[in-house]
């Protein structure tokens, strides 16, 4: 079982930053970051494909938006920099005892996170 605990949202205007932190409690291979708006399915945003691995980008972010992992701390961060408002969502944070092939896919992981809110104002 792992454990997933997010933090760093909020509210910001456009062209803004945020930092989003997410702990692991338990031992994982992918994980990755996740957005949800509402009427819309959970779409993957940026992850690491391993631990310590490769990370990966969907178009909307690329440029924008870095993942980086303290491995000792098992955490993965999301550096959410020249924010737009279509960036507006819940963030969530996933886990999986594999290696993704994509990452895009919400099914590809096993854990969840509870989600963290980003507001960005136009």
């Known amino acids: 079982q792992v454990r997933l605990v997010e933090s760093g949202g909020g509210s910001v205007q456009a062209g803004g930053s945020l930092r989003l932190t997410c702990v692991a409690s338990g031992s994982r291979y992918c994980m990755g970051w996740f957005r949800q708006t509402p009427g819309n399915q959970r779409e993957g945003v940026a992850g690491?494909?391993?631990?310590?691995?490769?990370?990966y980008y969907y178009e909307p972010v690329k440029g924008r938006f870095t993942v980086s992992e303290n491995n000792p701390l098992n955490t993965l961060y999301l550096q959410m920099d020249n924010l737009k408002p279509e960036d507006t969502g819940m963030y969530y944070c996933?886990?999986?005892?594999?290696?993704?092939?994509?990452?895009?896919?919400?099914?590809?992981?096993?854990?969840w996170g509870q989600g963290i809110q980003v507001t960005v104002s136009s």
């Open positions: 690491v494909y391993t631990r310590g691995g490769v990370p």
């Open positions: 996933a886990a999986a005892h594999r290696k993704c092939n994509s990452g895009y896919f919400p099914h590809e992981f096993d854990y």
